[in-house]
C-alpha cells in the first residue's frame, strides 16, 4: 500500500478558544442558525466549533477509516491576529506545545507545522529554531495575509531571509481580506472569501519577485491555490501589459505559480486535472481540511483515487511530493515508507465514515 500524508488538516486544543476569546482580537464568537457556536473575524463567520476539532481519537478513527497514515497537523491561522504581542507568543508557544505533546504521544501517525508570533520576528525565528529544527516539526502556517498585509511588504523580509536561509517550508493558509463587509451574509467568508484572499496573496509573491528573490522557501499554498491556477494566464497578461507588474519581476508569473506546491483541497476532478497539467503532480500534495464541513476527509482521499492519473501521480500527490516538501521529513519515510509504483495498484479507501459527528461535518 503507498503511505498516504495529509498536509491540510486541522486540529484545535479546546483551551485554544479560550485564549482567542480572551485575547484582544478582531475575533468573537456566536451561535448560528443551526444552535452551533462559532468564530467570526470582524462580522464575517469563520468556521464553526465541533467535536471532531478538539478529539485526537475522533481525527485517529476519521484516518484509519479513510486509509490515512499520517496527519501534518495545523490551526486555522488565528493567533497572528492577537493584537498585545505578549499574548501573541504565549498563544503560539501553547499551541505548539500542545502538538509535540500529540506527536510524542502518536509519533507514527502525526506530524505538524508550527504556528509563530509574527508580531515578533525575532520571537518567530525563535519559535522556528524551538519546533521545527528542535521537535522536528514540518514547517509553519501562516495566513493569506495579517491584519491586510502580505508578504511582500517589507516588515516581513527578515522573517523570510531567515526562512530562506533554512530552507523552511511555510504552508499560506487563507484568512479574510480586512473590511471584508461584502462577506459578512450567507458564510460567504469561507465559501468565497478564504479562496480570493489566497488568489491576491499568492499574486502578490508573483508581482514582487518574492518567489524568486526567496528560491529556498517552500511555498504549501492551500485550497488549490484559490483561483490562482484559473487565472494564472490573466495574471500574465497583467505582467504583459502593465509596466508596475514587471517592475520587481522579469519572469512570467505562470513560470512563479508553477514554483508553488498546492493542496488538493478541491475535490472536484476537472480542477485536480486542470491543477495536475499546470503544475505536475510532483507540485500537488493530498489535502482534506478536516474536519472543516466544507472539506472531508473521505473526499480527499476519494477525490484522488477516482482521478484519470497514472499510478505514478497518484503516489506523487498521496505520499512522494509531501516528502520532497516538508521539513524533517526524513522521520515521516521512515515511519510510512511507500511502496513502489510498479503495477497500478493505488490501495482503496476502507469502509466509509457513517457517523457525521466522527466525519466533522455539520
Not at 476519521?62 to 499574548?87: E, Y
Not at 530552507?167 to 473590511?179: N, Q
Not at 521512515?334 to 459527528?357: D, F, K, Q, W, Y
Request: avoid cysteine.
Amino acid at each position: 500500500m503507498n503511505a498516504r500524508f495529509d498536509l491540510h488538516t486541522h486540529f484545535y486544543p479546546r483551551e485554544f478558544f479560550d485564549i482567542i476569546e480572551e485575547a484582544d482580537s478582531d475575533f468573537s464568537f456566536g451561535v448560528g442558525a443551526d444552535g452551533g457556536r462559532f468564530i467570526a473575524y470582524q462580522g464575517a463567520r469563520f468556521f464553526g466549533l465541533t467535536e471532531p476539532m478538539s478529539s485526537i481519537d475522533l481525527r485517529l478513527h476519521a484516518m484509519d477509516r479513510a486509509g490515512i497514515d499520517v496527519a501534518i497537523l495545523s490551526v486555522g491561522p488565528l493567533p497572528q491576529f492577537i493584537k498585545d504581542t505578549a499574548q501573541q507568543i504565549r498563544a503560539s508557544k501553547f499551541l505548539n506545545d500542545k502538538y509535540q505533546e500529540l506527536i510524542e504521544a502518536h509519533p507514527d501517525r502525526l506530524g505538524a507545522y508550527a504556528t509563530v508570533p509574527m508580531a515578533d520576528p525575532r520571537a518567530a525565528i525563535a519559535e522556528v529554531d524551538r519546533m521545527v529544527d528542535g521537535a522536528g516539526f514540518n514547517g509553519v502556517i501562516l495566513p493569506s495575509n495579517i491584519a491586510g498585509e502580505y508578504y511582500d511588504a517589507e516588515r516581513f523580509e527578515p522573517f523570510l531571509r531567515e526562512a530562506d536561509d533554512r530552507g523552511l517550508t511555510l504552508f499560506i493558509h487563507p484568512l479574510l481580506a480586512p473590511a471584508n463587509n461584502t462577506l459578512t451574509e450567507y458564510v460567504m467568508g469561507p465559501i468565497l472569501g478564504f479562496m480570493f484572499d489566497t488568489t491576491i496573496s499568492v499574486s502578490r509573491l508573483v508581482y514582487s519577485g518574492t518567489i524568486e528573490r526567496y528560491p529556498n522557501i517552500k511555498w504549501h499554498i492551500g485550497h488549490a491555490g484559490g483561483a490562482a491556477p484559473w487565472l494564472a494566464e490573466r495574471i500574465d497578461n497583467g505582467w504583459r501589459d502593465y509596466a508596475e507588474t514587471r517592475r520587481n519581476t522579469d519572469v512570467l508569473p505562470s513560470d512563479s505559480i508553477k514554483k508553488l506546491y498546492f493542496d488538493t483541497v478541491t475535490f472536484n476532478q476537472h480542477n485536480l486535472r486542470f491543477l495536475r497539467d499546470m503544475v505536475g503532480s510532483d507540485h500537488m500534495v493530498l489535502g482534506t481540511d478536516f474536519p472543516h464541513p466544507l472539506g472531508g476527509i473521505e473526499k480527499g482521499v476519494q477525490s484522488i483515487l477516482d482521478m484519470e492519473a497514472t499510478a505514478l501521480d497518484k503516489q506523487n500527490i498521496f505520499s512522494n511530493t509531501a516528502l520532497s516538501l516538508l521539513n524533517n521529513a526524513e522521520r515521516l519515510a521512515a515511519i510510512a515508507p511507500t511502496a513502489s509504483v510498479s503495477g497500478t495498484a493505488i490501495t482503496a479507501p476502507r469502509e466509509p465514515l457513517r457517523n457525521s459527528a466522527v466525519h466533522g461535518e455539520a
